[in-house]
C-alpha cells in the first residue's frame, strides 16, 4: 500500500459482484428495480484501457434499498457513465452510495442521479470520486439532483471530491427543491390540471437521465413505464 498524505492505493477488487471490462469493451445495462427484484447482478466494475460501460439504474415506487456501486478505473482511456432515478411516493427508503476511483489517467467518469421523494419517504445519494496522484487528465463529473414533492419527504445529498492529480477536470453539485408553482400557474391557465401539470414536471425532471439511454425502442419503453409509475405518487 502507498500512502500518498490522505491517500491511499487501494487493491484493484476481485470476485463475487464484480465485472471486469476488458481492454476495449463495451458495456451498455439498464438496470429497474421492482418491488420483489431488489437484488442488483454486481456492484463493482473495473474498466481496463479504452473500455466503456453505460450503466443507468431505475429505482420505482415501492422499494427499500440501499445500492452500492463502486467504479475502478484501472486503464487508460476508459469511459464510464452511471446514470440513475429513483421515484419514492410512500414510506419508501432509497439510497445509493457511489465510489469511483480514478487509479490512472487520461479517464472520463460521468454520473447523473435525479429523484423524486413524495410522502414519507427518505432518499439518499452519496458519491464519492478519487484521483489518485498519477491520474492526470482525469475527467470527472457528478451530479445528484433531487425533487421533495412533499412536505414530508426527506432527502440527504453529499458529493465528494478527492483530489491528488493537479491536471484535471472534475465537478460535483447536488439539489434539493420543490415543484415550481409558477410553471404549474402557467400550465393551469392553460387548461391543464394541477395533477397533470405536476406530472409533466416530474417527467421533465427526470427526462435528461433517460436521453441517456442509447437504444431508442428501449428509451421510449423506459420513458413510458417511468411515467406510469409517476402518475402513481402524485
Known sequence: MVDYGHYTDAAIPTGEGVVTLSEGEVLEKVIIVHPGSEQLPFSKIVAMK????????IVM???????????????EGAHVCLDGIYLCGDSEKVTFR??????????ISEQLFNGIAAGTSH????GRIVVAPDAQKTEAYQSNHNILASETAKVDTKPQLEIY???VKCSHGATIGSLNPDEQFYMRSRGISQTEAKVLQMISFVAPVIAHIG?????????AEVEKNIRSIV
Open 98 to 107: 457511489t465510489d469511483i476511483r480514478h487509479r490512472v489517467g487520461k479517464c
Open 50 to 57: 479504452d473500455s466503456r460501460a453505460d450503466i443507468c439504474i
Open 215 to 223: 437504444d431508442e425502442e428501449l428509451r421510449e419503453k423506459i420513458a
Open 123 to 126: 432518499a439518499g445519494f452519496y
Open 165 to 167: 492529480a493537479d491536471d
Open 61 to 75: 415506487p415501492g422499494v427499500d434499498i440501499e445500492i452500492p456501486l463502486y467504479v475502478d478505473l484501472a486503464g
